[in-house]
Nanobody, 121 residues
Framework: QVQLVESGGGLVQAGGSLRLSCAAS????????MGWFRQAPGKAREFVAA????????LYADSVKGRFTISRDNAKDTMYLQMNSLKPEDTAVYYC??????????????WGQGTQVTVSS
């Protein structure tokens, strides 16, 4: 059974930083691209960032480029999202998921619970 568990969210002031983690199990983590997504209240879930199976390639939404960094540790079946220079518009529930390829911008498995990120102005 696939499990995706996000953690690391919280309340932070604008300009601050957070590091999210995604622990994956139930499938061969190291063979899949992975992505971060977010959903703000009243809005559709949107793509944030993706990373190839070996970490060699990354892809970012324009809204987070230069502020967020995605990474992964295949030995730990874990992916990360370092978020710097946070803005109030980054407030959302953040989710992770596997992707069939780095460019698909869609999740392969059922979504987890997500982790709430709230940025105050």
């Amino acid at each position: 059974q696939v499990q995706l568990v996000e953690s690391g969210g919280g309340l932070v002031q604008a300009g601050g930083s957070l590091r999210l983690s995604c622990a994956a199990s139930g499938y061969t983590f190291s063979t899949y691209a992975m992505g971060w997504f977010r959903q703000a209240p009243g809005k559709a879930r949107e793509f944030v960032a993706a990373i190839s199976w070996n970490g060699g390639r990354t892809l970012y939404a324009d809204s987070v480029k230069g502020r967020f960094t995605i990474s992964r540790d295949n030995a730990k079946d874990t992916m990360y999202l370092q978020m710097n220079s946070l803005k109030p518009e980054d407030t959302a529930v953040y989710y992770c998921n596997a992707q069939t390829a780095i460019y698909t911008r869609s999740g392969l498995y059922d979504w987890g619970q997500g982790t709430q990120v709230t940025v105050s102005s």
